[in-house]
């Protein structure tokens, strides 16, 4: 199934159509779930034609493809402002406290849509592009990086690697299904000893 868009939007105008259909799929998402949306509902939410959405998308699954990768691009871009405020003189523990405050405060802005874009889209198990993924492993490893002599781990990049798979595990977890009574503020505590546990626990040799 093709999920790139059928054209990149280059002028201000160009960009601001797709904006408009991608804040559509967004509200038509939320309120009917992956399996009622259609591309008449969305041009419709986005007060244009069909045939303007099929421009820019061929397909319903190209449309949330998009709005994913422009989800995912915005919570990159929290998670990178906030690594570059960070000073030398921030411990490890206070340097991923705040790293885990932004990725959680990101995925709680909207978390019907973080819910339907990682549990409903049956095509979620494909990636993020390659570039918004390293961009978000060059960011954990400069951390990393920074506190290199309080880490226990023997290889700076394959840390940063499970680094990040732990936290999109964790916060998915406790953001987008924890049961009835487990919440990020209830949880957001407890994934901090398991990130730091793995960068400095004790290895045999």
Do not use: C
């Amino acid at each position: 199934m093709k999920l790139q868009p059928r054209k990149e939007p280059r002028q201000a105008r160009s960009k601001a159509m797709v904006d408009t259909i991608l804040d559509a799929i967004a509200r038509v998402l939320v309120e009917r779930g992956y399996a009622k949306t259609n591309t008449n509902l969305v041009a419709e939410a986005a007060g244009i034609s069909v045939g303007s959405l099929y421009q820019y998308f061929p397909n319903k699954d190209a449309l949330i493809f998009a709005l994913r990768e422009r989800h995912v691009t915005h919570m990159l871009s929290l998670f990178e402002e906030v690594v570059t405020k960070m000073n030398g003189e921030g411990s490890l523990v206070g340097d991923f406290e705040a790293l885990i405050d932004a990725l959680v405060q990101a995925h709680l802005l909207e978390p019907e849509l973080n819910r339907i874009l990682e549990e409903e889209f049956p095509a979620f198990n494909l990636p993020v592009s390659s570039n918004l993924r390293l961009r978000f492993f060059e960011a954990i490893k400069s951390v990393l990086s920074k506190h290199r002599s309080s880490l226990t781990t023997p290889d700076i990049d394959v840390a940063a690697f499970v680094v990040q798979r732990m936290l999109k595990a964790l916060i998915n977890a406790v953001v987008l299904t924890g049961p009835t009574g487990v919440n990020a503020g209830s949880v957001r505590s407890e994934i901090m000893p398991a990130v730091v546990g793995y960068l400095t626990a004790e290895r045999k040799h």
